[in-house]
């Protein structure tokens, strides 16, 4: 954990910023339709997940291919947070809502691990993440990570452009997005015992969104293998949206006509919309957006449109003025 700095006066506290107010006022709604949350327990879950044991897990087994080279193009201004600090604060909440997940997160096992690619595509197929990893053409890529609780840190992604994910998958022209979900074993991540979420985590993203070179698969950071707390073995990153589309520990990719409805959308869809372009003039309906604490140094920033991205991406949503582009 950074030390303790001086809160901005705009700022909002963490637990502030977690819409459990929501959850508080979901799990009263039950209630009023005579649901307790037992008649929704076990609804709805997924086989559980074969067990490993630590050593032969997916970080184990895909060693070999780290450290990626850089791809400078994706160089920026920025100090790279510690990697302390960064892997002891993390948004995972299938380990826990709040930051300090990390040793809960060492349950997950990552190996086997098999990701399904279905929907809108000419062959459906099941992908054992090594072997796509191994496939894939990896490289390290410097990116600014901004959460929209108005916190950012700046860490070296390792893995391949999402572009050659679609590749792989030959979708059907009457694909219109990329639907990401989490894997789901309330055995191993606490968090999903929590039955008012609506698990498993989804994200997705338009096909335009999908081809940008910047939309990034992420199997590694540090010149590693991805630690389990920052969403082992395979997670999105998204650097122009806010965090919480840059899904961690993928199960399954889906093309689909239809836009997902995503995790956060489904809880609150007036504060997590479905684009969630950063943008500093657009604050979030209980707190600004125009500045973001950096992790470590603690420093207040002022946040940029797109998170800085604005060149590769401002492109991606001319003629979508109409859309809640920006929450
Ligand atoms: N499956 C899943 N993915 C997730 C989350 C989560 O809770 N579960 N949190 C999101 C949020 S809000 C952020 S800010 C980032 C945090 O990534 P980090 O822990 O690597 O910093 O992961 C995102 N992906
Ligand atoms: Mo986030």
């Not at 470590?296 to 797109?306: I, K, N, R, W």
Request: proline share 7%; charged share 20%.
């Amino acid at each position: 954990m950074p030390a303790i700095h001086r809160r901005p006066r705009w700022a909002v506290a963490e637990h502030a910023a977690t819409p459990e107010d929501v959850f508080a006022n979901r799990r009263t709604i039950l209630k009023g339709l005579g649901l307790g949350m037992g008649a929704i327990a076990g609804a709805g879950l997924l086989p559980g997940m074969a067990r490993a044991q630590g050593g032969d897990d997916a970080a184990a087994r895909t060693a070999a291919l780290y450290p990626a080279e850089r791809n400078t193009a994706y160089t920026i201004e920025r100090d790279v947070t510690p990697e302390d600090v960064s892997s002891a604060y993390n948004n995972f909440y299938e380990f826990g809502s709040h930051k300090q997940i990390a040793r809960a997160a060492q349950a997950l096992p990552t190996h086997p691990w098999d990701i399904e690619i279905d929907g809108l595509v000419e062959k459906p197929m099941t992908i054992a993440f090594e072997d796509l990893a191994k496939r894939m053409p990896l490289e390290e890529r410097l990116y600014r990570h901004r959460c929209v609780e108005a916190w950012s840190m700046t860490v070296p992604w390792t893995g391949f452009p999402l572009s050659a994910l679609v590749a792989l998958a030959s979708p059907l022209s009457s694909a219109r997005y990329v639907r990401f979900e989490t894997f789901n074993d309330p055995s191993v991540a606490g968090g999903q015992k929590q039955v008012w979420y609506p698990w498993p985590y989804v994200e997705g993203v338009t096909m335009e969104e999908a081809g940008n070179d910047l939309a990034f698969m992420v199997t590694g950071v540090y010149g590693k293998p991805l630690a389990k707390q920052f969403g082992a073995p395979l997670r999105l990153a998204l650097p122009w949206k806010y965090g919480f589309k840059s899904i961690k520990s993928i199960r399954r990719i889906s093309f689909t006509e239809e836009r997902p409805v995503s995790f956060w959308e489904e809880i609150a869809a007036s504060e997590y919309g479905f684009w969630a372009n950063v943008n500093p003039q657009v604050p979030h309906p209980r707190w600004s957006q125009a500045e973001e604490r950096v992790l470590h140094t603690g420093e207040t920033v002022p946040t940029q449109l797109f998170n800085g991205y604005g060149e590769e991406v401002a492109a991606l949503y001319a003629g979508l003025e109409s859309e809640q582009l920006y929450r």
